[in-house]
Nanobody
Framework: QVNLAESGGGLVQAGGSLTLSCTGS?????TAWFRQAPGKEREFVAG????????YYSDSVKGRFTISTNNGKATVTLQMNNLETADTAVYYC???????????????????WGQGTQVTVSS
């Protein structure tokens, strides 16, 4: 088990940038960012495989968001650029020790979740 904590959410205008941080994951954990907008299902945004060798992005954020870590996933950062109003959601960090690559985009594959941080993009 790991204890995850997100930070860095806030209000930004469309076209702006925000950086989210997730602390508390572990080197051997697949670690990912998900988001959930009101009335919608939780969706995958970006993630690292358990080894950390592979990164994955949803089509909706590819080219705008970058996931990174510099300390074995103890801190995982999501740099979000060129934000759109459709990016408005609560963003969650998730980690799992047994997530296989084919399941990395599925929220039910993860058993550790942070409390979430609100990101609001205004037009």
């Amino acid at each position: 088990q790991v204890n995850l904590a997100e930070s860095g959410g806030g209000l930004v205008q469309a076209g702006g940038s925000l950086t989210l941080s997730c602390t508390g994951s572990g080197r051997s954990y697949a670690t990912a960012w998900f988001r959930q907008a009101p009335g919608k299902e939780r969706e995958f945004v970006a993630g690292f495989s358990r080894t950390g060798y592979y990164t994955y992005y949803s089509d909706s954020v590819k080219g705008r968001f970058t996931i990174s870590t510099n300390n074995g996933k103890a801190t995982v950062t999501l740099q979000m650029n060129n934000l759109e109003t459709a990016d408005t959601a609560v963003y969650y960090c998730a980690a799992g020790a047994r997530v296989i690559q084919s399941a990395l985009r599925r929220p039910d594959a993860y058993d550790n979740w942070g409390q979430g941080t609100q990101v609001t993009v205004s037009s």
